[in-house]
């Protein structure tokens, strides 16, 4: 039933983007420019993010039920599409951090290590 | 998961909002993009461009966001359907090809799988039918045998392990009083029978336990199918009587359709009435069928294990009947099945190899036009499909062609079914319908999706790999086009001859013994005779003088018939695969030990029915008028009897005795005759037999039916009317049974090997017609594709004769390697066979090396008609279109 699909390579390491998208969203609901715009500044410009990876990444969270969709009004008073982060979502972006602070340390210690 | 599902389902249905909404939020994105780069100092054209640039393609995107549901696998499914379609519909000789093959292949696989799944797979219509098992005996001298009546009951009565052991007994019986006299299958059959299958009457009531007693009311129930034939599905018919061996009975209730116990009954009659007419003799086996079910719980080693218990107690305490015996639990399907499993098994291997060259062959068509279709992939390609996409565009395509293919299948199947159990006759146990239902339309299913990604996976790939370059370029002729391609079309031929000369094998060497099988002397000269088998009522012949009275008239009437030149009666006649063994003693040798038991063919004639047969008559005298009841009692023995007990003497003149040991109120029968040996079973050795005079026999063992044999003059057939008025004269009642010729006797008894024969034989031709297409498709196509090599050749001084032999040795290359593996693979799997093979063994050379020989003929010939167009290349032609 599910086929390989190939897709460009992404510039995060896969799976990360999905946990920066659901940090992003654990402080407030935003829109997909905002959310983009708000890693790049974030991160000091060192993740582009580009709409080749953002959308199918909000496709796939709002399958998953990580995130909600919602058409509000912008500040500029403009029609947008905003990305929520539900109570699942934040669940899952809570473990997932737990599991990334676990490999960052391992790593971390393997290179002191060496 | 199902949150995803649905949400999916949704995004499916309400596609064109959701790319409304995605196309708005990604101009919103530009928009806001290129608002920011405005803000940071440029102009709004430059800000745009910057903006898209930085995105990268709109459309790209979308295409990314849409794959990242599930849904979308299902839209690109029905793309390459629908794209494969129109591709099929483009190249009808191709499509027309492949699926012809397919459905020959399919149809075939379906049809022996219905069988299959009708006879070996589909559990007996009873609930929980596994639990029910056959409980049999087995005697030092019968490994398996239907217990007689006296342990049947200590079974039923002892053992804990079965709920409880039902009986029955098939016998013919007859009806009278309703136009012309019938013969009906009839089964006595336990009162618990039915509870046990847990089966209840469809109209009125089965055996109540007071009915299933000796003296108890006359009783009888109707099968479902006789109730509609005979009395037009009446309910009134319950409780009316009907006449069945001159015995009135009331017809109690009707079975539900379908209804049989191991074997179909138009009749069935309490059981108990008929068990009491039995001889009060454990060591009597009569053919009873006990059937139980295991109690919940109980493992059938567990009951195998308390049988044995039980088995050993009886042999304790009736020494002298049930020395030696044991008992068998078989599970009764497993039991019914056992016959044919092996056959159908091989059939359906078999059939299953022709579709594997079917596949072959149509794999061999998808490369050749990979060619053709190179330019179409590389376009694709270059418009970016990736290599998985383009895979699975091919194997929708193929899995398409195997769809269509399995559906022509059906239709096919569906008509070869009839002509199919035609040919099956009653070698096939007839257990429920058979015919294609739900378990065959998904086997087909199942077969027509593997049969397609097996075709068409190594083309696909092949293709998908291609080269775009030199394929969009105009110089791309086939001289180079893929060394892997040319490789793997090598490949699928030597297999397709490998599997070819496999079952060539298989079918030559059941031919082989098929004709052993025909050219068995039965020992007697079978043609124009005739046969009737006549069983008397024992109501009206219940006297034995009755009985032989009626028999020595119909004699007698029947010689006299101007067309008929000699005729006797037999119990039991030769070449039916049945008989009866009863056991016997030699005067002055009684047996030592009770293990010492000895059993004879027991064969009750009436005088000049060894005459009738053209028995040859080795020693001593055939038997005469004068030997009856008021006579000295005689035998005449054959020839295997006589050299079995009476090694390096003379029978003639010994005395011998009904009844395993001596008994002194038994006569003693003097040898009086040796004749040759007539076969019993075609595939086997004649067994040692005597033939009793049919009056003194009748005056032991009574006889109430009678096999009539007459020879005739001309063709059999024209004395039919004849005889049958000759019966109806003597008694308007007396039912003809079965009126055949001798030689259609013979036939029915190989008609399990006729029938495995005929199909391997079919298979196996296909099998060859196929493979040698696949040969030809290959030669011919490469041919094609070296045309200029041909015409450089030529023009370079090659002789045309050296051309042809080059492309006829490229194939027979191939030919004799598939040979090669065929041949190996056929040694490994005749074995199989050994079981069905009369005369031949299983590595039979003159088979091997026919087949092999036979096969590279035909293959030479398939190479010769493309190595002649070869031939005739013209170089000037082939070398300007280049």
Same mark, same amino acid.
């Given at each position: 039933?599910?086929?390989?699909?190939?897709?460009?390579?992404?510039?995060?390491?896969?799976?990360?983007?999905?946990?920066?998208?659901?940090?992003?969203?654990?402080?407030?609901?935003?829109?997909?420019?905002?959310?983009?715009?708000?890693?790049?500044?974030?991160?000091?410009?060192?993740?582009?993010?580009?709409?080749?990876?953002?959308?199918?990444?909000?496709?796939?969270?709002?399958?998953?039920?990580?995130?909600?969709?919602?058409?509000?009004?912008?500040?500029?008073?403009?029609?947008?599409?905003?990305?929520?982060?539900?109570?699942?979502?934040?669940?899952?972006?809570?473990?997932?951090?737990?599991?990334?602070?676990?490999?960052?340390?391992?790593?971390?210690?393997?290179?002191?290590?060496? | 998961?199902?949150?995803?599902?649905?949400?999916?389902?949704?995004?499916?249905?309400?596609?064109?909002?959701?790319?409304?909404?995605?196309?708005?939020?990604?101009?919103?994105?530009?928009?806001?993009?290129?608002?920011?780069?405005?803000?940071?100092?440029?102009?709004?054209?430059?800000?745009?461009?910057?903006?898209?640039?930085?995105?990268?393609?709109?459309?790209?995107?979308?295409?990314?966001?849409?794959?990242?549901?599930?849904?979308?696998?299902?839209?690109?499914?029905?793309?390459?359907?629908?794209?494969?379609?129109?591709?099929?519909?483009?190249?009808?000789?191709?499509?027309?090809?492949?699926?012809?093959?397919?459905?020959?292949?399919?149809?075939?696989?379906?049809?022996?799988?219905?069988?299959?799944?009708?006879?070996?797979?589909?559990?007996?219509?009873?609930?929980?039918?596994?639990?029910?098992?056959?409980?049999?005996?087995?005697?030092?001298?019968?490994?398996?045998?239907?217990?007689?009546?006296?342990?049947?009951?200590?079974?039923?009565?002892?053992?804990?392990?079965?709920?409880?052991?039902?009986?029955?007994?098939?016998?013919?019986?007859?009806?009278?009083?309703?136009?012309?006299?019938?013969?009906?299958?009839?089964?006595?059959?336990?009162?618990?029978?039915?509870?046990?299958?847990?089966?209840?009457?469809?109209?009125?009531?089965?055996?109540?336990?007071?009915?299933?007693?000796?003296?108890?009311?006359?009783?009888?129930?109707?099968?479902?199918?006789?109730?509609?034939?005979?009395?037009?599905?009446?309910?009134?018919?319950?409780?009316?009587?009907?006449?069945?061996?001159?015995?009135?009975?009331?017809?109690?209730?009707?079975?539900?359709?379908?209804?049989?116990?191991?074997?179909?009954?138009?009749?069935?009659?309490?059981?108990?009435?008929?068990?009491?007419?039995?001889?009060?003799?454990?060591?009597?086996?009569?053919?009873?069928?006990?059937?139980?079910?295991?109690?919940?719980?109980?493992?059938?080693?567990?009951?195998?294990?308390?049988?044995?218990?039980?088995?050993?107690?009886?042999?304790?305490?009736?020494?002298?009947?049930?020395?030696?015996?044991?008992?068998?639990?078989?599970?009764?399907?497993?039991?019914?099945?056992?016959?044919?499993?092996?056959?159908?098994? #091989?059939?359906?291997?078999?059939?299953?190899? @022709? +579709? /594997?060259?079917?596949? *072959?062959?149509?794999?061999? =068509? %998808? $490369? !050749? &036009?990979?060619?053709?279709?190179?330019?179409?992939?590389?376009?694709?390609?270059?418009?970016?499909?990736?290599?998985?996409?383009? #895979?699975?565009?091919?194997?929708?395509?193929? @899995? +398409? /062609?195997?769809?269509? *293919?399995?559906?022509?299948? =059906? %239709? $096919? !199947? &569906?008509?070869?079914?009839?002509?199919?159990?035609?040919?099956?006759?009653?070698?096939?146990?007839?257990?429920?319908?058979?015919?294609?239902?739900?378990?065959?339309?998904?086997?087909? +299913?199942?077969?027509?999706?593997?049969?397609?990604?097996?075709?068409? $996976? !190594?083309?696909?790939?092949?293709?998908?790999?291609?080269?775009?370059?030199?394929?969009?370029?105009?110089?791309?002729?086939?001289?180079?086009?893929?060394?892997?391609?040319?490789?793997?079309?090598?490949?699928?031929?030597?297999?397709?001859?490998?599997?070819?000369?496999?079952?060539?094998?298989?079918?030559?060497?059941?031919?082989?013994?098929?004709?052993?099988?025909?050219?068995?002397?039965?020992?007697?000269?079978?043609?124009?005779?005739?046969?009737?088998?006549?069983?008397?009522?024992?109501?009206?012949?219940?006297?034995?003088?009755?009985?032989?009275?009626?028999?020595?008239?119909?004699?007698?009437?029947?010689?006299?018939?101007?067309?008929?030149?000699?005729?006797?009666?037999?119990?039991?006649?030769?070449?039916?695969?049945?008989?009866?063994?009863?056991?016997?003693?030699?005067?002055?040798?009684?047996?030592?030990?009770?293990?010492?038991?000895?059993?004879?063919?027991?064969?009750?004639?009436?005088?000049?029915?060894?005459?009738?047969?053209?028995?040859?008559?080795?020693?001593?005298?055939?038997?005469?008028?004068?030997?009856?009841?008021?006579?000295?009692?005689?035998?005449?023995?054959?020839?295997?009897?006589?050299?079995?007990?009476?090694?390096?003497?003379?029978?003639?003149?010994?005395?011998?005795?009904?009844?395993?040991?001596?008994?002194?109120?038994?006569?003693?029968?003097?040898?009086?005759?040796?004749?040759?040996?007539?076969?019993?079973?075609?595939?086997?050795?004649?067994?040692?037999?005597?033939?009793?005079?049919?009056?003194?026999?009748?005056?032991?063992?009574?006889?109430?039916?009678?096999?009539?044999?007459?020879?005739?003059?001309?063709?059999?057939?024209?004395?039919?009317?004849?005889?049958?008025?000759?019966?109806?004269?003597?008694?308007?009642?007396?039912?003809?049974?079965?009126?055949?010729?001798?030689?259609?006797?013979?036939?029915?008894?190989?008609?399990?090997?006729?029938?495995?024969?005929?199909?391997?034989?079919?298979?196996?031709?296909?099998?060859?017609?196929?493979?040698?297409?696949?040969?030809?498709?290959?030669?011919?196509?490469?041919?094609?594709?070296?045309?200029?090599?041909?015409?450089?050749?030529?023009?370079?001084?090659?002789?045309?004769?050296?051309?042809?032999?080059?492309?006829?040795?490229?194939?027979?290359?191939?030919?004799?390697?598939?040979?090669?593996?065929?041949?190996?693979?056929?040694?490994?799997?005749?074995?199989?066979?050994?079981?069905?093979?009369?005369?031949?063994?299983?590595?039979?050379?003159?088979?091997?090396?026919?087949?092999?020989?036979?096969?590279?003929?035909?293959?030479?010939?398939?190479?010769?008609?493309?190595?002649?167009?070869?031939?005739?290349?013209?170089?000037?032609?082939?070398?300007?279109?280049?």
């Amino acid at each position: 039933m599910f086929f390989f699909m190939g897709g460009e390579p992404t510039e995060l390491v896969q799976g990360t983007l999905d946990m920066l998208i659901l940090k992003t969203l654990a402080l407030q609901p935003m829109h997909g420019y905002g959310i983009a715009m708000r890693i790049e500044q974030i991160s000091n410009g060192v993740f582009q993010v580009n709409p080749g990876s953002l959308f199918p990444a909000f496709r796939r969270l709002e399958r998953a039920g990580w995130l909600d969709t919602e058409w509000r009004a912008t500040e500029n008073n403009r029609r947008a599409k905003y990305y929520i982060l539900t109570e699942r979502g934040r669940r899952q972006l809570k473990s997932e951090t737990r599991e990334w602070s676990r490999q960052i340390a391992a790593i971390a210690r393997i290179l002191e290590a060496s | 998961m199902v949150q995803k599902f649905v949400r999916g389902v949704r995004a499916l249905f309400r596609r064109r909002q959701h790319d409304g909404e995605l196309d708005e939020e990604l101009r919103d994105f530009v928009e806001q993009k290129t608002a920011a780069k405005m803000n940071a100092g440029l102009s709004r054209t430059e800000a745009l461009r910057e903006a898209h640039r930085e995105m990268g393609s709109m459309e790209s995107v979308k295409e990314n966001v849409r794959a990242a549901g599930w849904e979308t696998t299902l839209e690109k499914l029905w793309q390459d359907v629908r794209y494969g379609v129109r591709m099929l519909h483009k190249n009808p000789g191709f499509t027309a090809v492949a699926v012809l093959t397919l459905a020959l292949g399919i149809g075939a696989n379906s049809a022996i799988f219905s069988v299959v799944n009708a006879v070996l797979l589909r559990p007996l219509p009873f609930r929980d039918s596994g639990r029910l098992c056959l409980v049999m005996e087995s005697l030092p001298s019968f490994p398996q045998l239907g217990p007689s009546y006296e342990n049947y009951q200590d079974f039923r009565d002892q053992s804990k392990s079965f709920e409880t052991i039902a009986a029955e007994h098939p016998q013919p019986v007859t009806m009278t009083g309703r136009g012309d006299p019938q013969r009906l299958a009839g089964q006595f059959v336990s009162a618990s029978m039915f509870p046990l299958l847990r089966v209840n009457a469809l109209e009125g009531h089965t055996f109540t336990e007071d009915e299933d007693r000796f003296g108890g009311p006359q009783v009888v129930l109707l099968s479902y199918g006789f109730w509609h034939r005979s009395f037009g599905g009446e309910r009134s018919i319950v409780g009316k009587n009907i006449t069945i061996d001159d015995v009135s009975y009331t017809v109690t209730g009707i079975l539900p359709p379908r209804f049989q116990i191991i074997s179909p009954a138009d009749v069935y009659l309490p059981f108990a009435p008929w068990a009491h007419a039995l001889p009060d003799d454990r060591n009597w086996h009569p053919g009873i069928n006990a059937i139980g079910r295991l109690r919940d719980g109980v493992t059938i080693d567990q009951a195998r294990a308390e049988m044995s218990t039980i088995a050993e107690r009886l042999v304790k305490q009736y020494p002298i009947y049930d020395t030696g015996m044991g008992v068998v639990v078989v599970g009764l399907q497993d039991r019914l099945v056992q016959n044919v499993r092996p056959a159908l098994l #091989v059939l359906l291997g078999a059939v299953a190899l @022709v +579709l /594997l060259i079917a596949c *072959g062959n149509i794999a061999n =068509l %998808l $490369l !050749a &036009r990979a060619a053709s279709r190179h330019k179409e992939i590389a376009v694709r390609a270059a418009l970016g499909a990736g290599h998985w996409r383009m #895979v699975r565009q091919l194997l929708t395509e193929s @899995v +398409l /062609l195997a769809l269509v *293919g399995a559906a022509f299948g =059906l %239709l $096919l !199947a &569906r008509l070869i079914m009839t002509p199919l159990l035609d040919l099956a006759g009653n070698t096939i146990p007839k257990m429920g319908n058979i015919g294609l239902d739900g378990g065959v339309l998904g086997f087909t +299913l199942v077969v027509a999706l593997l049969a397609g990604i097996l075709f068409g $996976l !190594a083309p696909a790939l092949q293709m998908a790999k291609v080269d775009m370059r030199p394929a969009l370029s105009d110089a791309s002729r086939g001289s180079t086009a893929g060394a892997g391609r040319h490789r793997m079309r090598n490949i699928l031929v030597v297999t397709e001859v490998a599997l070819a000369i496999m079952l060539l094998v298989g079918a030559g060497l059941l031919i082989r013994s098929f004709s052993r099988l025909q050219d068995v002397q039965p020992g007697f000269q079978p043609s124009n005779l005739l046969v009737v088998d006549l069983p008397v009522s024992p109501k009206v012949y219940a006297q034995s003088a009755q009985r032989m009275g009626f028999f020595d008239q119909l004699l007698e009437r029947a010689r006299n018939l101007p067309g008929v030149t000699s005729a006797g009666g037999a119990l039991i006649l030769p070449v039916t695969g049945s008989g009866s063994a009863i056991h016997f003693n030699i005067q002055g040798r009684p047996p030592k030990t009770p293990h010492d038991y000895i059993l004879v063919g027991y064969r009750p004639v009436t005088p000049g029915y060894l005459q009738t047969l053209r028995v040859p008559l080795l020693q001593g005298r055939l038997l005469n008028d004068s030997d009856t009841e008021r006579n000295v009692y005689v035998v005449v023995v054959n020839e295997t009897m006589a050299k079995q007990y009476f090694p390096g003497q003379s029978a003639l003149g010994k005395h011998v005795q009904l009844g395993a040991l001596p008994e002194n109120q038994v006569p003693w029968m003097e040898i009086v005759g040796i004749v040759g040996d007539m076969k019993q079973s075609l595939a086997s050795e004649a067994p040692s037999e005597m033939y009793v005079p049919c009056r003194q026999a009748d005056s032991l063992i009574p006889i109430f039916t009678m096999s009539l044999v007459m020879r005739t003059a001309r063709d059999p057939d024209t004395e039919v009317p004849a005889l049958r008025s000759v019966v109806k004269d003597l008694n308007a009642n007396q039912p003809l049974v079965n009126i055949r010729t001798m030689q259609e006797n013979i036939a029915t008894s190989v008609s399990d090997s006729h029938f495995r024969t005929v199909l391997l034989g079919i298979f196996a031709a296909s099998a060859l017609l196929l493979s040698l297409i696949g040969l030809y498709g290959l030669i011919a196509y490469s041919v094609a594709e070296r045309t200029s090599e041909i015409g450089v050749r030529l023009a370079l001084g090659a002789q045309r004769d050296d051309i042809l032999r080059m492309v006829i040795g490229q194939g027979l290359k191939l030919v004799l390697i598939g040979v090669v593996v065929g041949l190996a693979g056929a040694l490994a799997l005749s074995r199989l066979l050994k079981q069905f093979l009369y005369g031949v063994v299983p590595n039979d050379p003159a088979t091997f090396v026919g087949v092999a020989l036979i096969l590279t003929a035909v293959a030479v010939v398939a190479c010769w008609i493309p190595a002649r167009r070869a031939m005739k290349v013209d170089p000037m032609v082939a070398l300007r279109y280049e």
